[in-house]
């Protein structure tokens, strides 16, 4: 596997790796994990289909496919977040792929409507809360802005497409009107000013700063089963809660790729795709991320920390929606006064 990171090729206007022979996908990816470098490796092996990877943020990414135009080397596009994959759509440079192998195993709620780019794991944006509260005191996102819940709330900046993401679904569901109610409300019960990360929010709970936060379930998890003894200790303390599991599910996200539009190996990109829907791939993909799988297999077993969350009902919202309502649920922040 050949690793390009974006900082340190960007002045090429087209990029070197362009003239390297057939029998290679160029992946241009806004996801970094270690277990991805895993995944790849197994493509080549059962393939022979060497992976190139351009690594930078998904702006650094579109810009640079932007400059290429039709000359780019690049086949596909990930992303973490429809969202942000949205961009890309905006931007003209992907293209549909039709497979049947990916109908099948990725739920159509969970991919674009016109094949554009596919959701490979899940993540859910979850509550994770103090033990001085009860468990059902807050079970739905509708609650959030209820004023039983002042002073309470910890949560990330409007900058952040998670946040985004789950207001445009709000959208998706209940208008921008109710959605500007909702947000209004929830901003009123901030306990301190939006900051940090997930983990940051969590740790905040544990430490006492609020009795709720708005997390993607995997930070809790990571948390839950990593070596930072701390972070264990802050995350045992706390639970975590599904929400809306009587109405409409939890709010899901998805981690996913697509192809681009001038890709020279469509082919090689296609297989890499539809490998990445295989249940090989499922668990190096999702699982090692303590992601969920989309696809539905029992074969595929979750971690333990995963099982200990138990089972939970998910949102129909198609996640396409996000990324098309992500400049409206910007608005309904910025009026909201949310920072």
Do not use: C
Request: proline letters at 3%; glycine letters at 8%; charged letters at 25%.
């Amino acid at each position: 596997m050949r690793r390009l990171v974006l900082a340190t090729v960007l002045s090429f206007l087209v990029s070197p790796i362009a003239a390297l022979a057939a029998g290679e996908v160029n992946v241009y990816s806004s996801r970094h994990y270690d277990s991805d470098d895993e995944l790849y490796a197994l493509f080549t092996e059962q393939t022979g289909i060497e992976v190139n990877i351009i690594e930078g943020n998904t702006d650094e990414l579109i810009t640079r496919l932007e400059r290429e135009g039709d000359l780019s080397p690049g086949d596909i596009f990930i992303a973490v977040d429809a969202g942000r994959l949205h961009k890309a759509v905006e931007a003209d440079l992907l293209q549909p792929t039709q497979s049947d192998v990916l109908a099948e195993r990725i739920p159509e709620t969970l991919r674009h409507p016109d094949g554009l780019w596919f959701g490979y794991s899940k993540r859910a944006r979850v509550f994770v809360t103090s033990p001085d509260i009860d468990a059902d005191f807050v079970t739905t996102y509708a609650e959030l802005a209820d004023s039983k819940l002042e002073g309470s709330l910890v949560i990330r900046s409007s900058s952040n497409i998670y946040n985004q993401s789950l207001v445009a679904a709000m959208i998706a569901r209940y208008g921008t009107e109710a959605t500007q109610n909702w947000v209004d409300g929830m901003v009123e019960n901030f306990a301190r000013r939006p900051q940090g990360g997930d983990r940051d929010q969590i740790r905040a709970v544990a430490a006492g700063e609020g009795d709720l936060a708005v997390v993607n379930h995997y930070y809790f998890a990571r948390m839950l089963a990593g070596s930072d003894a701390a972070d264990r200790e802050a995350a045992g303390k706390l639970t975590l809660i599904w929400p809306d599991q009587q109405g409409d599910g939890v709010h899901v996200n998805v981690s996913g790729a697509g192809m681009l539009k001038n890709a020279p190996n469509a082919e090689n990109a296609k297989a890499l795709l539809e490998f990445l829907a295989s249940n090989e791939a499922q668990k190096l993909w999702a699982l090692a991320n303590f992601e969920y799988p989309v696809v539905e297999d029992s074969s595929l077993e979750l971690p333990d920390v995963l099982v200990g969350f138990g089972t939970f009902k998910s949102d129909s919202v198609n996640a396409a929606k996000l990324g098309e309502n992500n400049r409206e649920a910007v608005r309904v922040m910025d009026r909201a006064g949310w920072r």
